[in-house]
């Protein structure tokens, strides 16, 4: 009695794991930086990246024209989307900078100069082939006297025909787009 309840158990738990590798899984390629900023720090942390709960989600969501908000456990970002939202801010700051540029947790002795919040609001590829974004970002400084925060909107287009591929390729342009306008518009 013990061993085939033991069988059944493993029996379910393999059964999981095979519905599970059913699902196939997007990575965000990283578009190459080719723009140069200049920013008032030498080193700067990301800190927190907040997204909305379903941009956090592991299912790749998009977005119908009725404004409804569709998923599916089939279709999967490679990484966990705060994780690498994240890393993706901090390589392209680094780039685009050639300042150190890292996220949490600070990997340095020396503290950072600056530290940057990000907190979406949204996130999200439409049917119709525009990926979006808004929210607010933050950059807080030790001394206080050059602390700023400001608003986002953002937009890319891509081809929905290319399906999760476009849509990843479309979130790698957007985050890029992102650590621009932070550069340009938080760090100076």
Do not use: H
Request: glycine residues 6%; proline residues 4%; charged residues 20%.
């Amino acid at each position: 009695m013990m061993i085939s309840r033991r069988f059944m158990t493993l029996g379910l738990v393999l059964a999981t794991l095979t519905a599970c590798s059913n699902a196939e899984r997007f990575a965000v390629q990283s578009p190459t930086v080719t723009e140069q900023v200049s920013i008032a720090f030498g080193a700067v942390e990301v800190r927190d990246v907040s997204l909305p709960s379903y941009a956090a989600a592991d299912e790749i969501t998009t977005q119908a024209a009725d404004g409804t908000l569709v998923s599916s456990k089939s279709v999967l970002w490679a990484d966990a989307p705060e994780r690498a939202v994240a890393l993706e801010l901090s390589q392209n700051l680094a780039r685009m900078t050639g300042r150190r540029v890292a996220s949490e947790p600070w990997p340095f002795e020396a503290f950072p100069d600056a530290r940057l919040e990000v907190r979406f609001s949204e996130l999200v590829a439409s049917a119709a082939g525009e990926f979006r974004t808004s929210g607010q970002y933050f950059v807080g400084v030790s001394d206080g006297r050059r602390e700023r925060s400001g608003l986002f909107d953002l937009t890319v287009a891509f081809d929905p025909k290319g399906g999760p591929n476009a849509i990843a390729a479309a979130r790698g342009r957007l985050i890029l787009n992102l650590a621009t306008y932070i550069a340009k518009n938080g760090l100076k």
